[in-house]
DNA sequence: AGCCTCATACGCTATTTGTCCTATATTTTA
DNA sequence: TAAAATATAGGACAAATAGCGTATGAGGCT
């Protein structure tokens, strides 16, 4: 039997959570608090929870700094994030936090189960919409480790012009900004994509960030 | 019906695969290939597949590598990695070369067809070892998501767009790829500048790079 | 049943970009 | 000092992009 414990300020949502728990015996709802600190409260005189649902959006102490907390005092608690936002900020930060899963808040019952199942046994369950976002995480951590830089021999004034490039303006921008013609905007980034071997602006400005060029 | 293709060197665990994968009526296994060479063979010549149940270990040509030629080639294919490695290092590596989930040999039928449903739906299913690891390579190393990321309710769809703009590939190949009309990636592309107050591919990009849209 | 959003598709036009070309003055370097 | 590299400038043409319009079917929500 599992004890569960909810963090939600939101009557509807909390009641909702409970019924679909409830339709599996062998997890119990111990209780369900409406913000970060009386969910803390809670756990200080009550020790046989096991897994909190938390959200992320609460009055007084929010669900990221109540689950930093949790962690902190209560390492083998395990935090289930469940919350409608699914935006990067706040899963990276649930992360950091300690979370050890991310549901958004329209899970199937069966998918909150196994979720709970999921942690107990040490995984990591995730909604699919934030799995994806948070291998996309890794994946751009990644680019800013990247290798040493090649040699393209850019001259200053191309790593100027790629510069402007970057920011997405047009040639005669450039040229205003430098205090020359936009045909010899032109002839440098004709230059550039002959060293970089590339063919367009976009593969340009890709190449130079990850090279560290600009 | 969707159409599966294995790559898989050892015997056993492919026809293991396959005998699963055969429990649901609306799935296909439209192959089995040895190695990872032969696998881009099949891909070049039957354009039916949609989802490759990738080996990490094969002869010729390993997992990891396939993994990034198929999604070079055919970036619409989905591919989930099925290996008994469940290492950082090869998480991590098939994670980079693009691969959208990460399976072990020894997961359930029915999460194996969930799975495949869910990177349909553009998730990223993973088994629950796998996700607690690909949580902690986000966990040690952070810095880059300091900032909250702005709200620009970008669906999915443009969301894929913005991620292929970004390749610095024209519309057209773009279109290819999606299996759409270059007037339709057009329009995307016209939506996506009005919600994120842009006016060309650079900016765009930018922006979702830096509020980590993408 | 009616109202949304999303994804799809197409047409038209103007602007911007990419790839050729040539040409000259200045700066760097061998 | 001569040669090479760099920075400047512009012509011509094709391709790609950006901004506008319209329209339709599918699916979700009220």
Do not use: C
């Not at 290798?147 to 021999?153: H, L, R, T, V």
Request: charged content about 25%; aromatic content about 6%.
């Amino acid at each position: 039997m599992l004890r569960i414990l909810i963090a939600e300020d939101n009557t509807r949502i909390a009641r909702s959570l409970m019924e679909k728990l409830e339709l599996f015996e062998d997890l119990k709802v111990k209780g369900w608090e409406l913000n970060g600190s009386t969910l803390l409260n809670h756990l200080e005189r009550n020790s046989g929870v096991e897994v909190v649902l938390m959200d992320i959006n609460m009055p007084v102490l929010n669900g990221i700094e109540t689950t930093r907390e949790v962690k902190r005092l209560y390492p083998h608690i395990k935090v289930i994030m469940s919350t409608v936002f699914d935006e990067e900020h706040y899963i990276f930060e649930a992360i950091l936090a300690g979370a050890n899963g991310y549901l958004l808040k329209d899970e199937r019952p069966e998918k909150l189960y196994d979720s709970i199942r999921e942690v107990m046994d040490g995984g990591a369950p995730m909604s699919s919409s934030v799995a994806r976002k948070a291998l996309n995480m890794i994946r751009y951590q990644r680019e800013h480790y990247s290798q040493p830089a090649e040699e393209y021999n850019l001259t200053r004034r191309e790593t100027e012009i790629l510069e402007q490039l970057a920011t997405g303006i047009n040639y005669n921008q450039i040229a205003e900004n430098l205090y020359i013609s936009s045909g010899t905007v032109r002839k440098h980034i004709e230059n550039i994509y002959q060293k970089l071997q590339v063919h367009n602006k976009m593969e340009a400005v890709q190449l130079a960030l990850k090279n560290r060029l600009i």
